[in-house]
């Protein structure tokens, strides 16, 4: 069965520090790899995506970068954090009929 | 960017009461997903709807999809403790992602 794997759980970061939180699917290959980030109990906004090693679209400009260098894995980075960096972020995958998306368990960032 | 609105934002019931929650854009989907969300962890997905007036059902649960494929709806009979949390509906465009709707947070008194 597929499994798909997301830490840290939490992590408490300094303003201007680097991040990096990765995510890894197992049991599949070639899926579909999202980025997520959600408010306070509320809906999810898509960061970035990826459709195979290497394509990485980005939906919003920010101060984050994302990166797929294997099939497998998706990492979300940053040089620098802001303050409005803090937030949940969710990794998430899905096969190629887009039919459901599989969410890891997700990173609470907060940026102080 | 696709906007999805779902309503109500808020829903408090006791417990053995019905509700539901709705769905809507002015886009036409290709498909459309409702996930349900603790706090704390990730969105689980529980229906995808594809087709125009499909209506599916999953225990209490019964999920339809508007005949123009604009509009959905979540109706929980009996309703549970155990089905508090947030319900997101996600739509999906015809490509790799879905536009996620602003989440309806239920709560269920026992």
């Known amino acids: 069965s597929q499994t798909i794997h997301q830490w840290p759980a939490t992590l408490v970061q300094p303003v201007g520090s680097p991040l990096s939180l990765e995510c890894t699917v197992e049991?599949?290959?070639?899926?579909?790899l999202y980025w997520y980030r959600q408010a306070a109990g509320r809906g999810l906004q898509l960061l970035f995506y990826?459709?195979?090693?290497?394509?990485i679209s980005s939906e919003v400009p920010q101060n984050l970068s994302a990166s797929r260098p294997q099939d497998r894995q998706f990492i979300l980075s940053s040089k620098k954090l802001l303050l409005s960096d803090s937030g949940f972020y969710l990794c998430?995958?899905?096969?190629?009929?887009?039919?459901?998306?599989?969410f890891g368990s997700g990173t609470r960032l907060t940026v102080v | 960017t696709q906007l999805l609105e779902q309503s109500p934002q808020f829903l408090s019931i006791q417990e053995g009461e019905n509700l539901t929650v709705y769905c809507n854009s002015s886009?036409?989907?290709?498909?459309l997903q409702w996930y349900r969300q603790e706090p704390g962890e990730g969105p689980v997905l529980l229906v995808t709807?594809?087709?125009?007036?499909e209506v599916k059902k999953l225990k209490r649960l019964t999920f339809q999809f508007g005949d123009a494929r604009k509009d959905s709806s979540l109706h929980i009979t009996a309703a549970q403790p155990g089905d508090t949390g947030l319900y997101l509906c996600?739509?999906?465009?015809?490509?790799?992602?879905?536009?996620f709707g602003a989440g309806t947070t239920v709560t269920v008194r026992a």
């Open positions: 998430a995958w899905s096969g190629d009929n887009n039919y459901g998306y599989t």
């Open positions: 709807v594809v087709t125009g007036g």
């Open positions: 886009s036409v989907f290709s498909s």
């Open positions: 996600a739509g999906g465009f015809n490509d790799y992602k879905l536009s």
């Open positions: 990826s459709v195979g090693i290497g394509q």
């Open positions: 049991g599949t290959s070639n899926p579909n």
